[in-house]
Protein backbone atom coordinates (compact mmCIF):
# COMPACT_ATOMS: atom_id res chain seq x y z
CA UNK A 1 0.00 0.00 0.00
CA UNK A 2 1.29 3.30 -1.00
CA UNK A 3 2.24 5.60 1.61
CA UNK A 4 0.21 8.75 2.23
CA UNK A 5 1.33 12.25 0.85
CA UNK A 6 0.65 14.74 3.14
CA UNK A 7 0.19 18.06 1.50
CA UNK A 8 1.23 21.59 3.29
CA UNK A 9 2.25 25.17 2.96
CA UNK A 10 5.40 26.06 3.85
CA UNK A 11 7.79 26.05 5.61
CA UNK A 12 7.97 21.86 5.77
CA UNK A 13 10.61 22.20 7.69
CA UNK A 14 9.50 22.95 11.26
CA UNK A 15 10.70 23.01 14.75
CA UNK A 16 8.37 22.35 18.42
CA UNK A 17 10.47 25.26 19.72
CA UNK A 18 8.02 27.94 19.95
CA UNK A 19 8.92 31.70 20.67
CA UNK A 20 8.26 31.61 24.15
CA UNK A 21 10.44 28.09 24.64
CA UNK A 22 13.21 30.23 23.14
CA UNK A 23 12.63 32.76 25.59
CA UNK A 24 12.73 30.84 28.59
CA UNK A 25 15.71 28.73 27.78
CA UNK A 26 17.31 32.25 27.72
CA UNK A 27 16.05 33.00 31.03
CA UNK A 28 17.72 29.68 32.21
CA UNK A 29 20.77 30.17 30.79
CA UNK A 30 21.30 33.94 31.94
CA UNK A 31 19.94 32.65 36.03
CA UNK A 32 23.97 31.53 36.81
CA UNK A 33 25.14 35.09 35.88
CA UNK A 34 22.30 36.65 37.32
CA UNK A 35 22.57 34.22 41.40
CA UNK A 36 26.45 34.88 41.03
CA UNK A 37 26.07 39.04 40.54
CA UNK A 38 23.39 39.27 43.49
CA UNK A 39 25.84 36.99 45.56
CA UNK A 40 28.87 39.19 44.57
CA UNK A 41 27.00 42.84 45.12
CA UNK A 42 24.40 42.00 47.91
CA UNK A 43 20.69 42.96 47.84
CA UNK A 44 21.31 46.27 45.69
CA UNK A 45 21.83 44.48 42.56
CA UNK A 46 18.74 42.13 42.96
CA UNK A 47 16.72 45.58 43.39
CA UNK A 48 18.19 46.63 40.28
CA UNK A 49 17.49 43.72 38.19
CA UNK A 50 13.65 43.89 39.82
CA UNK A 51 13.54 47.24 38.76
CA UNK A 52 14.56 46.92 35.38
CA UNK A 53 12.28 44.07 34.74
CA UNK A 54 9.47 45.78 36.39
CA UNK A 55 9.87 49.21 34.26
CA UNK A 56 10.29 47.42 30.73
CA UNK A 57 6.78 45.53 31.23
CA UNK A 58 5.05 48.23 32.18
CA UNK A 59 6.40 50.19 29.63
CA UNK A 60 6.04 47.54 26.92
CA UNK A 61 2.08 47.13 28.54
CA UNK A 62 1.49 51.26 28.10
CA UNK A 63 2.82 51.06 24.59
CA UNK A 64 0.89 47.73 23.10
CA UNK A 65 -2.16 49.47 24.71
CA UNK A 66 -1.52 52.70 22.49
CA UNK A 67 -0.72 50.86 19.57
CA UNK A 68 -3.87 48.97 19.75
CA UNK A 69 -1.92 45.66 19.95
CA UNK A 70 -3.08 44.71 23.49
CA UNK A 71 -6.90 44.29 24.68
CA UNK A 72 -6.15 43.93 28.35
CA UNK A 73 -7.61 46.42 31.56
CA UNK A 74 -6.45 47.97 34.19
CA UNK A 75 -8.20 45.04 36.03
CA UNK A 76 -6.38 42.50 34.37
CA UNK A 77 -3.63 44.53 34.97
CA UNK A 78 -3.70 44.48 38.72
CA UNK A 79 -5.09 40.92 38.96
CA UNK A 80 -1.58 39.83 36.79
CA UNK A 81 -3.77 38.41 34.42
CA UNK A 82 -1.35 39.31 31.10
CA UNK A 83 0.33 36.95 28.18
CA UNK A 84 3.34 36.00 29.43
CA UNK A 85 5.82 38.60 28.68
CA UNK A 86 8.64 36.46 28.40
CA UNK A 87 10.46 38.91 25.76
CA UNK A 88 10.38 41.66 27.94
CA UNK A 89 11.66 40.14 30.93
CA UNK A 90 14.38 38.78 29.03
CA UNK A 91 15.13 42.99 27.75
CA UNK A 92 14.97 44.02 31.36
CA UNK A 93 17.07 41.86 32.72
CA UNK A 94 19.96 42.01 29.88
CA UNK A 95 20.01 45.85 30.78
CA UNK A 96 20.17 45.23 34.26
CA UNK A 97 23.06 42.81 33.52
CA UNK A 98 24.84 45.65 31.71
CA UNK A 99 24.20 48.21 34.77
CA UNK A 100 26.61 49.22 37.62
CA UNK A 101 25.42 47.74 40.66
CA UNK A 102 25.29 51.33 42.26
CA UNK A 103 23.25 52.93 39.69
CA UNK A 104 20.59 54.93 41.09
CA UNK A 105 17.30 52.79 40.50
CA UNK A 106 15.58 55.84 38.65
CA UNK A 107 18.05 55.78 36.56
CA UNK A 108 17.71 52.42 35.98
CA UNK A 109 14.05 52.55 35.77
CA UNK A 110 14.34 55.14 32.84
CA UNK A 111 16.97 53.22 31.01
CA UNK A 112 14.49 50.22 30.70
CA UNK A 113 11.56 52.39 29.65
CA UNK A 114 14.10 53.95 26.54
CA UNK A 115 14.93 50.86 25.69
CA UNK A 116 11.46 49.11 25.86
CA UNK A 117 9.56 52.40 24.35
CA UNK A 118 12.53 53.54 21.74
CA UNK A 119 14.17 50.55 20.62
CA UNK A 120 11.26 48.06 20.58
CA UNK A 121 7.68 49.33 20.49
CA UNK A 122 8.54 52.27 18.37
CA UNK A 123 9.98 49.96 15.89
CA UNK A 124 6.58 48.05 15.90
CA UNK A 125 6.99 45.47 18.76
CA UNK A 126 8.34 42.08 19.03
CA UNK A 127 10.71 41.20 15.57
CA UNK A 128 10.61 44.29 14.33
CA UNK A 129 13.74 46.38 16.07
CA UNK A 130 17.15 46.54 14.22
CA UNK A 131 18.71 47.44 17.34
CA UNK A 132 19.64 45.07 20.39
CA UNK A 133 17.27 47.12 22.69
CA UNK A 134 18.85 46.59 26.19
CA UNK A 135 21.87 48.15 24.99
CA UNK A 136 20.44 50.77 23.03
CA UNK A 137 18.73 51.60 27.08
CA UNK A 138 22.66 50.96 28.18
CA UNK A 139 24.00 53.56 25.37
CA UNK A 140 21.83 55.68 26.28
CA UNK A 141 22.32 55.91 30.07
CA UNK A 142 25.80 55.37 29.11
CA UNK A 143 24.74 59.19 27.53
CA UNK A 144 22.72 60.75 29.84
CA UNK A 145 24.77 60.05 33.26
CA UNK A 146 27.71 58.89 32.10
CA UNK A 147 29.71 59.36 36.17
CA UNK A 148 26.52 56.76 37.93
CA UNK A 149 27.57 54.62 34.60
CA UNK A 150 31.02 54.80 35.00
CA UNK A 151 31.17 54.21 38.88
CA UNK A 152 31.67 50.64 39.89
CA UNK A 153 31.64 48.81 43.43
CA UNK A 154 33.84 46.28 44.61
CA UNK A 155 32.49 43.13 45.04
CA UNK A 156 31.81 41.01 48.37
CA UNK A 157 32.19 44.23 50.73
CA UNK A 158 28.18 45.47 49.76
CA UNK A 159 29.19 48.99 50.70
CA UNK A 160 29.76 52.04 48.65
CA UNK A 161 33.73 51.13 48.32
CA UNK A 162 34.43 52.03 44.74
CA UNK A 163 37.16 50.92 42.38
CA UNK A 164 38.17 50.41 38.92
CA UNK A 165 37.14 47.94 36.25
CA UNK A 166 40.22 45.17 34.96
CA UNK A 167 39.84 47.00 31.83
CA UNK A 168 40.10 50.27 33.20
CA UNK A 169 43.03 48.95 35.30
CA UNK A 170 44.44 47.82 32.40
CA UNK A 171 43.81 50.40 30.53
CA UNK A 172 44.49 53.07 32.86
CA UNK A 173 47.20 51.81 35.23
CA UNK A 174 48.92 48.82 33.35
CA UNK A 175 47.33 46.20 35.56
CA UNK A 176 46.03 42.58 34.65
CA UNK A 177 43.73 41.12 36.86
CA UNK A 178 44.31 37.65 37.91
CA UNK A 179 42.76 34.82 35.49
CA UNK A 180 40.94 33.58 38.23
CA UNK A 181 39.11 36.54 39.42
CA UNK A 182 37.81 37.16 36.39
CA UNK A 183 36.61 33.36 36.22
CA UNK A 184 34.88 33.72 38.98
CA UNK A 185 33.98 37.21 39.18
CA UNK A 186 35.61 38.74 42.14
CA UNK A 187 36.10 41.52 40.55
CA UNK A 188 34.13 45.16 39.68
CA UNK A 189 31.87 45.74 36.95
CA UNK A 190 28.33 45.23 35.77
CA UNK A 191 26.24 43.01 37.69
CA UNK A 192 26.37 39.89 35.46
CA UNK A 193 29.64 40.21 33.31
CA UNK A 194 31.87 40.14 36.22
CA UNK A 195 31.94 35.48 36.24
CA UNK A 196 33.05 34.22 33.09
CA UNK A 197 32.56 30.60 34.32
CA UNK A 198 28.33 31.39 34.76
CA UNK A 199 28.31 33.21 31.65
CA UNK A 200 30.15 30.24 29.67
CA UNK A 201 27.31 27.54 31.49
CA UNK A 202 24.49 30.18 29.92
CA UNK A 203 26.06 30.46 26.55
CA UNK A 204 26.58 26.20 26.47
CA UNK A 205 23.23 25.28 27.75
CA UNK A 206 22.26 27.16 24.78
CA UNK A 207 24.10 26.00 22.21
CA UNK A 208 23.38 22.74 23.63
CA UNK A 209 19.79 22.95 23.14
CA UNK A 210 20.58 24.62 19.53
CA UNK A 211 18.67 28.19 20.60
CA UNK A 212 21.53 29.79 19.21
CA UNK A 213 24.10 29.90 16.46
CA UNK A 214 27.68 28.54 17.98
CA UNK A 215 28.86 31.00 14.73
CA UNK A 216 28.14 34.10 16.14
CA UNK A 217 29.86 34.00 19.95
CA UNK A 218 33.33 31.59 18.51
CA UNK A 219 33.98 33.83 16.01
CA UNK A 220 33.25 36.92 18.24
CA UNK A 221 34.86 35.34 20.68
CA UNK A 222 37.88 34.31 18.79
CA UNK A 223 38.56 37.28 16.68
CA UNK A 224 39.27 39.48 20.06
CA UNK A 225 41.61 36.88 20.77
CA UNK A 226 43.43 36.61 17.88
CA UNK A 227 43.79 40.15 16.89
CA UNK A 228 44.47 40.81 20.72
CA UNK A 229 47.73 38.31 20.22
CA UNK A 230 48.63 39.70 17.26
CA UNK A 231 48.60 43.27 18.73
CA UNK A 232 51.11 42.19 21.49
CA UNK A 233 47.94 41.73 23.79
CA UNK A 234 46.82 39.03 26.82
CA UNK A 235 44.36 37.56 24.37
CA UNK A 236 42.81 35.31 27.49
CA UNK A 237 42.68 38.29 29.57
CA UNK A 238 40.41 40.22 26.81
CA UNK A 239 38.47 37.32 26.79
CA UNK A 240 37.78 36.95 30.26
CA UNK A 241 37.44 40.88 30.99
CA UNK A 242 34.63 42.99 30.47
CA UNK A 243 31.31 42.15 29.08
CA UNK A 244 32.68 39.97 26.06
CA UNK A 245 31.16 37.02 27.03
CA UNK A 246 27.80 38.72 27.73
CA UNK A 247 27.23 39.82 24.49
CA UNK A 248 29.02 37.13 22.70
CA UNK A 249 26.23 34.74 23.52
CA UNK A 250 22.86 36.44 24.75
CA UNK A 251 22.97 39.52 22.37
CA UNK A 252 24.98 39.26 19.10
CA UNK A 253 22.33 36.20 18.87
CA UNK A 254 19.75 38.05 19.25
CA UNK A 255 17.14 36.57 15.93
CA UNK A 256 15.95 40.03 15.46
CA UNK A 257 18.72 42.02 14.91
CA UNK A 258 21.81 40.13 13.60
CA UNK A 259 22.44 37.89 10.10
CA UNK A 260 19.98 34.98 9.12
CA UNK A 261 22.58 32.68 7.40
CA UNK A 262 25.64 31.31 8.57
CA UNK A 263 28.17 33.18 6.56
CA UNK A 264 26.54 36.13 7.70
CA UNK A 265 26.87 35.96 11.14
CA UNK A 266 30.34 34.37 11.13
CA UNK A 267 30.73 38.02 9.10
CA UNK A 268 28.95 39.93 12.48
CA UNK A 269 31.08 38.35 14.59
CA UNK A 270 34.49 39.08 13.11
CA UNK A 271 33.54 42.69 12.50
CA UNK A 272 31.70 43.28 16.28
CA UNK A 273 35.08 41.38 17.31
CA UNK A 274 37.59 44.01 15.40
CA UNK A 275 35.42 46.93 16.56
CA UNK A 276 35.71 45.85 20.54
CA UNK A 277 40.02 45.30 20.06
CA UNK A 278 39.47 48.67 18.19
CA UNK A 279 37.65 50.64 21.07
CA UNK A 280 39.34 48.90 23.96
CA UNK A 281 43.19 49.94 22.27
CA UNK A 282 42.77 53.45 20.74
CA UNK A 283 39.41 54.40 21.50
CA UNK A 284 38.74 56.41 24.93
CA UNK A 285 36.67 53.42 26.25
CA UNK A 286 37.92 50.61 27.77
CA UNK A 287 35.35 48.36 26.86
CA UNK A 288 33.53 48.06 23.14
CA UNK A 289 31.42 45.13 23.25
CA UNK A 290 28.04 47.08 23.36
CA UNK A 291 28.69 49.79 20.45
CA UNK A 292 30.27 46.57 18.90
CA UNK A 293 27.03 45.26 18.58
CA UNK A 294 25.53 47.57 17.47
CA UNK A 295 27.17 49.25 15.47
CA UNK A 296 26.79 46.02 14.00
CA UNK A 297 23.07 45.95 14.04
CA UNK A 298 22.90 48.66 11.50
CA UNK A 299 25.36 46.28 9.35
CA UNK A 300 22.48 43.52 9.45
CA UNK A 301 20.21 44.45 6.54
CA UNK A 302 24.13 45.05 4.36
CA UNK A 303 25.52 41.59 5.45
CA UNK A 304 21.45 40.01 4.91
CA UNK A 305 21.55 41.67 1.38
CA UNK A 306 24.67 40.51 0.04
CA UNK A 307 25.04 37.34 1.78
CA UNK A 308 22.12 34.81 0.72
CA UNK A 309 21.52 31.27 0.66
CA UNK A 310 22.19 29.12 -2.30
CA UNK A 311 18.13 28.35 -3.88
CA UNK A 312 17.53 24.64 -3.11
CA UNK A 313 17.73 23.00 -6.40
CA UNK A 314 19.37 25.36 -8.27
CA UNK A 315 22.91 25.18 -9.24
CA UNK A 316 25.01 28.04 -9.35
CA UNK A 317 26.56 29.29 -12.82
CA UNK A 318 30.39 28.29 -13.26
CA UNK A 319 31.78 31.02 -14.44
CA UNK A 320 34.05 29.03 -17.27
CA UNK A 321 30.85 27.85 -18.42
CA UNK A 322 29.02 31.25 -18.93
CA UNK A 323 31.83 32.42 -20.50
CA UNK A 324 32.24 29.98 -23.15
CA UNK A 325 28.54 30.00 -24.25
CA UNK A 326 29.04 34.11 -25.32
Known amino acids: ?9 SPHVRSDASIDTIFYAVIIALIPATVCGIYLFGIRALYVILVCISSAMLTEYVAMRLMGEMELSIDDLLHLRLPPPTGVIITGLLLALCLPPNIPL ?5 GAAFAVA ?3 CAFGGLGHNIFNPALVGRAFLMASWPVAMTTWTKPLTYDAITTATPL ?3 KMQDIATPYMDLALGNVSGSIGETSAIALLIGGIYLIAKRYIDWRTPLSYIGTVAVLAFVLGQDPIFHILAGGLFLGAFFMATDYVTTPIT ?3 RIIFGVGAGIIVVVIRLIGGYPEGVCFSILLMNAFTPLIDRHVRPQVYGVKRKSFFVSSANK
Do not use: D, Q
Not at 1 to 9: D, G, K, Q, T
Not at 106 to 110: R, T
Open 106 to 110: WMAAI
Open 118 to 120: FAK
Open 168 to 170: GLW
Open 1 to 9: MPAELIVSH
Open 262 to 264: RKG
